[in-house]
């Protein structure tokens, strides 16, 4: 499955950062991706672990020390 962040590309260029809540995670928000100019990450389900999960993207200006200028966050089930 993969995941794609997206941003306004007003003159400026940004970096995405991927994070990862469901079955597999205990229920916690775990990164999986730090901060990389690619906006895609594909994730591979774990075996076994089907369920409800969350995927949140972060969104800064590339070489910014800040966290993130918007975050979003998508729903999707796995099947067993």
């Known amino acids: 499955v993969t995941f794609t962040g997206s941003a306004d590309?007003?003159?400026r260029v940004?970096?995405?950062?991927?994070?990862?809540?469901?079955?597999?995670?205990?229920?916690?928000?775990v990164l999986v991706r730090?901060?990389?100019a690619?906006?895609?990450?594909?994730?591979t389900p774990p075996a076994g672990k089907a369920g409800g999960y969350k995927v949140k993207v972060r969104?800064?200006?590339?070489g910014s020390?800040?966290?993130a200028e918007t975050a979003t966050i998508t729903?999707?089930?796995?099947s067993p």
């Open 65 to 67: 020390p800040g966290v």
């Open 38 to 43: 690619n906006p895609d990450w594909t994730w």
């Open 9 to 11: 590309p007003t003159n």
């Open 14 to 29: 940004w970096e995405y950062r991927f994070h990862l809540r469901g079955p597999a995670t205990n229920g916690l928000w």
């Open 75 to 78: 729903s999707h089930t796995v």
């Open 34 to 36: 730090d901060y990389a």
């Open 59 to 62: 969104v800064r200006e590339a």
